[in-house]
């Protein structure tokens, strides 16, 4: 008997009417029919939690809990389908978006397909975990004799982590009920208007896995399945309670599962009259905008606190659980009116040792019982043990949670209460702070609220039930990455106007790892360029985020532009992608690749190896360059702020500037370079000079001196050129790019020697002995001796004539991270 014939026989048992599906064209109905008539049509407050029936025998419940989640597992694929069709003409009409002629405008487009990517990834992840389970279970080959040892693992078949994963983000729902409605009308207004909006949004078809068996859908009707399918959770997770014993490893979590699906309805049913307002004992009515899970660092300690966002003020709560069969609660905390609320925030500075060294032992512990729970084998044993771990895993991330943020966001009220918010992730952040000021803007002074009735309220209109936490995932998704993620960041364009800029990267997944990494800050460009290379350890990560931040002296950082990317599996490998990805203002281009490979539990964090007195080439292969960093970035600065400074490279700065810009470099790369913009010129330039004077071996090999020696004597101008340039050539990669690049740097420098009285040859002069030196006299040393003054004027002669050769090539200040496949621009 297939699959399909066994959820019949259960559905006819239950005396619930089937209606079979016709294999003839016909298209799918859309009924009329609102979003609160929708959801109050099943009113979760009536459905109680199921009693185990005890009419059945164990493996006759067995039995028909395996129907059930058969069943399940068909439903999520049909949905899962029809969420695939509806996103088909997403990247048409994103691509018609940019034209002259679009078909739907861009924020059409994101009022239309609101939160429905996100959705399919929710369905998707839960429909993968099913069906391994599934499969995994009861495998297609199992043959008849093996029917008492497939009735024992009925009863070790668990799933209830799955549903309640799934439903602890139900919350997702909540966006697009709200916004349902908009996107509804938008359709409605673009199809009466655009005759190639009608003939697409009329015949949306599916071939329902087969060629014979069609659908032909209409968006609209599209748009209403997501209403139609949160409706159906509860009733789903019902039926599977009913046909699991009470004392299965899975009933306690599809008992939360169901309460989260009832908790969920209530709030929306109860706001889908009233838009979610509130009404208070004194009169005014105010509307949830956001909420969710912060750090409240407010009074010194670290708290992790609910925030809610209303359209007037935020209110912070304390979330107290209740005992079993009882609502939770909340504790007011604190509160304040949106009106004057002034917004201050920062990224995150470097941690302090012993914060380093507590986060590193909470990791540590967390990947020791994430591995735990993946070595576990079946058997009641297990689930002990598994409940457990996941207990104490679930105390750990929570510790995390709280210990680990440091960006800040500050409020400070008129009246003079300031609170300060912690966040893990700066694109959270900024998601708060941008929904925070846009309320702030038009808001005026409310009469106060009753906050007895406002805490009260939060049960029913919270859509984030719980913190972020990954306990709850209890084996390997498909979907995710497991190894090592590499991502360049080339330059960013699009800039209004000259900006100091930086580039934030995220990656999600298990918390063994500090996934977070930020560019160095570039000089004032209207085309910043990095070329910086950020590498991380990543273990279920599924999504990257990008942030792209200006600097301004004296004012607060500002967000620019952010976006979320899609970590697919199969489009990554070992070979650099370079990409082009549009956040809002700018566009920002990078490259990626990936290194799958089993990983190594968290190491504590390693100290950046130094730069200074290390081998060119091998600060070069650190950062994956060829121009190291700190080069590139006193160039830059000395460009920006040096070129008419008089002695420029021959008046140096203070040895303590020089000694601390040096240990910054030596220590941090980010710090470093903010500290480079407050310098004195003189001592960004002394710390260029200082860092070619320490490297082991010069930048121009000292096997190359003499050759050098013998080309600067040839008389015949081209063929001394020529010669030289032979030489440059056969230098390492690192070596010849950096000298080039500083050799045309100087160039620009000669080029306002009216003003700074630095000529090409007063150049040759200072950077002479630091960038060419003689091979040490010693033992097996074949080459004539060379006196000091001899090798002075060498090392001025050699670098002068580089200076003045016109055809030297153009440096190449970073190694090559692209493909052999053409660019891709990914619109997200």
């Not at 009913?242 to 209530?266: C, V, W």
Request: charge should be negative.
């Amino acid at each position: 008997m297939d699959v399909y014939q066994e959820a019949l026989l259960y559905l006819e048992e239950r005396n619930i009417p089937v209606e079979t599906e016709s294999d003839v064209l016909e298209e799918d109905v859309f009924h009329e029919e609102s979003v609160s008539c929708l959801l109050s049509s099943l009113n979760p407050e009536s459905i109680e939690l199921p009693d185990t029936p005890n009419s059945f025998s164990l493996e006759e419940m067995l039995e028909r809990r395996l129907v059930v989640l058969r069943s399940i597992l068909e439903s999520e694929e049909v949905y899962l389908r029809e969420l695939d069709i509806l996103l088909t003409p997403v990247k048409a009409l994103r691509a018609s978006a940019g034209t002259s002629q679009p078909v739907l405008s861009s924020q059409q487009l994101q009022t239309v397909f609101y939160q429905v990517p996100e959705l399919k990834d929710l369905h998707q992840s839960f429909y993968s975990g099913l069906k391994a389970r599934l499969n995994a279970h009861s495998p297609p080959e199992a043959a008849p004799d093996d029917e008492v040892e497939m009735k024992f693992r009925d009863s070790e078949l668990i799933v209830g982590d799955l549903f309640l994963k799934m439903v602890s983000q139900i919350g997702l729902y909540g966006g697009f009920i709200e916004n349902y409605e908009k996107a509804v009308e938008v359709v409605r207004q673009c199809t009466h208007s655009d005759q190639r909006f009608r003939t697409l949004a009329e015949s949306m078809m599916s071939n329902n896995g087969t060629d014979k068996a069609r659908t032909i859908y209409t968006l609209e009707a599209l748009l209403y399945k997501p209403l139609d399918r949160v409706t159906k959770t509860t009733l789903v997770l019902l039926d599977l309670l009913k046909t699991t014993p009470s004392e299965h490893g899975d009933y306690a979590a599809l008992q939360e599962a169901l309460r989260l699906s009832r908790s969920f309805l209530s709030g929306v049913n109860e706001s889908s009259q009233s838009k979610r307002d509130v009404t208070l004992s004194r009169g005014p009515r105010r509307q949830l905008m956001r909420d969710g899970f912060v750090v409240d660092a407010s009074e010194g300690t670290r708290s992790l606190r609910h925030l809610f966002l209303y359209t007037d003020l935020l209110l912070c709560t304390r979330l107290k659980h209740a005992v079993r069969g009882k609502q939770d609660q909340y504790r007011f905390c604190w509160y304040l009116p949106l009106a004057g609320l002034r917004l201050r925030w920062s990224a995150g500075q470097e941690q302090i040792s012993d914060t380093n060294i507590r986060l590193h032992t909470i990791r540590s512990k967390i990947y020791l019982l994430r591995q735990q729970l993946l070595q576990h084998s079946g058997g009641s044993k297990f689930l002990t043990l598994a409940a457990r771990s996941k207990k104490k895993l679930e105390q750990m991330e929570l510790m995390l949670l709280t210990h680990s943020p440091h960006h800040r966001l500050e409020l400070h009220s008129p009246s003079g209460k300031s609170h300060t918010l912690l966040f893990s992730s700066l694109y959270e952040l900024e998601e708060w702070r941008e929904a925070i000021h846009k309320l702030t803007a038009d808001n005026v002074e409310t009469v106060p609220p009753d906050l007895l009735t406002l805490t009260g309220a939060c049960v029913k209109l919270r859509m984030t039930r719980q913190p972020t936490l990954h306990s709850a995932d209890a084996g390997e998704d498909e979907e995710s990455l497991c190894g090592t993620l590499d991502v360049v960041i080339h330059s960013a364009f699009g800039l209004q106007e000259p900006t100091c800029v930086y580039v934030c990267v995220e990656v999600d997944g298990y918390e063994f790892y500090n996934n977070q990494a930020q560019t160095h800050s570039s000089i004032q460009s209207l085309n910043p360029q990095w070329d910086q290379e950020l590498s991380f350890q990543v273990d279920g990560a599924q999504s990257l985020k990008l942030l792209c931040v200006s600097q301004s002296d004296g004012q607060d950082d500002a967000v620019l532009g952010k976006t979320t990317v899609k970590l697919d599996p199969a489009a990554l490998s070992r070979r650099w992608r370079r990409q082009t990805l549009p956040l809002q203002q700018v566009e920002v281009m990078l490259s990626l690749r990936f290194s799958p490979h089993p990983l190594r539990p968290p190491g504590s964090a390693l100290q950046q190896p130094p730069v200074f007195g290390a081998a060119l080439e091998a600060v070069a292969r650190q950062e994956g360059v060829l121009v190291p960093h700190v080069v590139r970035c006193c160039v830059e600065e000395v460009e920006r702020r040096g070129m008419e400074e008089v002695g420029i490279y021959r008046v140096s700065g203070t040895a303590s500037d020089i000694g601390a810009l040096k240990a910054a470099f030596n220590s941090n790369l980010r710090e470093a370079v903010s500290q480079l913009r407050g310098a004195e010129v003189n001592a960004v330039s002394g710390v260029l000079k200082l860092y070619f004077r320490e490297l082991p071996e010069p930048l121009i090999p000292t096997e190359l001196f003499h050759p050098l020696t013998e080309a600067v004597e040839i008389q015949d101008l081209d063929s001394r050129l020529a010669s030289m340039l032979s030489l440059l050539q056969s230098c390492p990669d690192a070596n010849r790019h950096s000298f080039l690049y500083l050799l045309q740097h100087l160039r620009r420098v000669s080029e306002r020697q009216h003003v700074n009285k630095m000529s090409l040859l007063n150049l040759a002069t200072v950077f002479g002995p630091s960038l060419l030196r003689p091979p040490v006299a010693g033992p097996g040393h074949g080459g004539p001796t060379v006196d000091i003054s001899q090798e002075v004027v060498v090392q001025v002669q050699v670098v002068f004539s580089y200076l003045q050769c016109d055809g030297l090539p153009e440096a190449r200040i970073s190694a090559l991270h692209d493909s052999d496949s053409e660019d891709e621009t990914t619109h997200m």
